[in-house]
């Protein structure tokens, strides 16, 4: 598979399907893991690094997993290259910035990638579309255990995994789901649920995860202790929690129908129009534009408008995406110009 392959293609988590998918985009579960044949990353040499990609590369050849994904080392890509995976969501800003000795594994669906020396020598990610941690628990451990039969692990009985940052130390398990929440937003509820998020112990992020802002009416909620707790518990106190904010935000949108559906259906009309004429549009703009269209589409007042092309556009009118498909640099000015092209040919196509 090459890079190019992507540029066109619809990664698992985009498909707009599952269970609870009106209100959450993906589930997701990520593991930390260590070799014992290396130290840290923030503490090894060039040659340490070399030696866990190679020893990772040698794993995955012999694992079924693997059999159609992709060794990419991060220094034979060029910047956009690295922001392109950064923006589907396959790796984190952190690990395309200083790409030296650092590579990434993505499966042909997308559903599993592993960032290999990013803060830990191993993050292993698996993503699906709809609420269902359980089934992407599942997926991950699989794969896990396939690969501790063929690499060192750092772990203690006492501590579990090793991990660089403490907090990760267990089950080394973070489990986050991607949901969107614009009527707890229009309604000015928000605060509220991100505060009680906050006060359980959980971790409210933007759409790409941590150290980034929610826009587009996005947040992503995470566990952010995994040390004493199991990876059931984790999952169990995640689900409870969702299962909370989807029946908010559904009472929220419910309520926005009948008391204030003129009002609703105004916002949701003008950004529509906005998308379909738009000459000239960024990034920020767009995402907020397209939330308040999949809201119109999700309650019923956009009806002929496909729900997994609309969640592709979220991805493919990235700066990145653009210039990928464009098959060239483009300054700021022109990706405005393009992504507004975009859109409006995708719109012209009912999305």
């Known amino acids: 598979m090459e890079l190019n392959d992507l540029t066109h293609s619809t990664g698992e988590w985009l498909k707009g399907t599952g269970p609870n998918a009106h209100i959450v985009l993906s589930s997701r579960i990520r593991l930390a893991r260590n070799l014992t044949l290396a130290p840290f990353t923030n503490r090894a040499e060039k040659k340490d690094m070399e030696a866990v990609l190679a020893a990772v590369e040698s794993a995955i050849s012999r694992i079924p997993y693997f059999k159609e994904a992709t060794f990419f080392r991060l220094n034979e890509l060029d910047n956009v290259d690295r922001q392109f995976l950064v923006e589907r969501h396959l790796m984190s800003h952190d690990h395309a910035t200083n790409p030296q000795g650092k590579g990434v594994i993505v499966s042909k669906e997308e559903a599993l990638s592993v960032m290999v020396n990013e803060e830990d020598h191993l993050r ?28 060192p692990y750092a772990f203690l009985p006492e501590w579990g995994f090793l991990t660089a940052c403490p907090t990760n130390t267990g089950t080394a398990m973070r489990g986050s789901v991607m949901v969107h929440l614009p009527a707890l937003v229009m309604s000015r509820q928000i605060n509220k649920v991100l505060m009680a998020i906050s006060k359980l112990s959980f971790a409210s992020r933007g759409f790409y995860g941590e150290g980034t802002q929610a826009i587009g009416n996005f947040y992503q909620i995470s566990n952010q202790v995994s040390l004493g707790h199991s990876e059931q518990d984790i999952i169990s106190n995640i689900n409870g929690l969702i299962r909370q904010i989807i029946e908010q935000e559904e009472q929220a949108r419910q309520a926005l129908l009948v008391q204030n559906r003129s009002v609703l259906e105004d916002k949701i009309c003008r950004a529509l129009g906005t998308l379909k004429n738009a000459r000239i549009i960024s990034s920020q703009e767009t995402i907020e534009l397209l939330s308040m269209v999949r809201l119109g589409v999700d309650v019923g007042i956009i009806t002929d408008l496909d729900p997994k092309a609309l969640n592709e556009l979220f991805i493919m009118i990235q700066p990145a995406h653009l210039q990928k498909i464009e098959g060239k640099k483009l300054g700021t000015a022109e990706r405005d110009t393009r992504r507004a092209r975009l859109i409006r040919e995708k719109f012209q196509n009912k999305v």
């Not at 709809?130 to 992407?136: E, N, R, V």
């Open 124 to 151: 292993l990610q698996v993503m699906q579309s709809g609420f269902d941690l359980d089934a992407t628990w599942q997926a991950v451990n699989a794969i896990d255990n396939a690969l501790s039969e063929q690499l």
